[in-house]
């Protein structure tokens, strides 16, 4: 028979993890959030003293709570496209494509420049690239920089160039796939929320918290040493269903 979950039980002494899967409304489907680094329940509770006064003095006389919120936070280390529809409350991603150009097929023009300026080529993952004023061609390193991978280019003011000019681009770049977004097009954070919470000795959850709620992030991947690092918070508006395993 299998050993019951309790005080002494290896089980009960090792420390958790958890999964989080978030169904947007909408969907049938679940999302998993990936790999959880720490997680902690944060449930608000707002007690309220009562207080009475007698010959000058005040005394405790009765406390209250008078708002308790379910809710969670997770601090997760994996981080990808699939994400970004929540992360950024956007409608559900489509992919598009930005094809293969050899040089000089890639065409751009920048009109009436300002110097030391950036400005977007329209391209990304450039492999060259041909600056033209006219029928001058421009001296990268002196009239102009550029960032080939973010397709980004600067005009300086020199004997070739200056402030309104109109700059004619040649290139070639890569092929790139990007997933598209639209924030704030449909409310898809709230939806519903499946919390296992499991440890290394066995996958099935030692507990599972299922409720319908909204699922928001409060700390964004940042260059820290752990780009993928981000919390969310999900917070129940509906009471919580709790399972709690007895058994192995």
């Not at 936070?73 to 992919?95: H, P, R, V, W």
């Not at 751009?108 to 950036?118: D, G, N, P």
């Amino acid at each position: 028979m299998p050993s019951t979950i309790t005080l002494g039980h290896i089980e009960a002494h090792e420390k958790l993890t958890a999964r989080v899967l978030f169904k947007p409304h909408g969907e049938t489907s679940y999302v998993d959030l990936g790999n959880v680094k720490e997680y902690s329940e944060a449930h608000e509770r707002s007690p309220v003293t009562r207080v009475v006064a007698e010959a000058g003095y005040r005394r405790t006389n009765d406390e209250q709570t008078d708002v308790v919120t379910y809710a969670w936070e997770f601090t997760l280390d994996e981080f990808d496209a699939s994400l970004l529809k929540i992360k950024d409350l956007s409608a559900q991603g489509t992919t598009a494509q930005q094809a293969a150009a050899t040089a000089p097929a890639g065409t751009a023009t920048i009109t009436s420049i300002v110097c030391e300026r950036w400005y977007p080529i329209g391209k990304v993952g450039l492999n060259t690239v041909v600056a033209k004023i006219a029928t001058v061609t421009l001296t990268e390193g002196t009239d102009y920089d550029v960032d080939l991978d973010v397709g980004l280019i600067r005009f300086h003011d020199t004997d070739n160039v200056d402030a309104g000019d109109n700059v004619d681009l040649t290139f070639g770049n890569v092929a790139v796939d990007f997933e598209t977004f639209t924030g704030l097009e449909t409310p898809t954070f709230r939806g519903d929320v499946m919390i296992l919470e499991t440890n290394q000795f066995s996958k099935i959850p030692l507990k599972t918290t299922t409720f319908t709620g909204v699922l928001r992030a409060t700390e964004f991947p940042t260059q820290s040493g752990e780009f993928g690092t981000w919390k969310v918070r999900a917070t129940a508006t509906t009471k919580p269903a709790i399972k709690r395993r007895s058994a192995a």
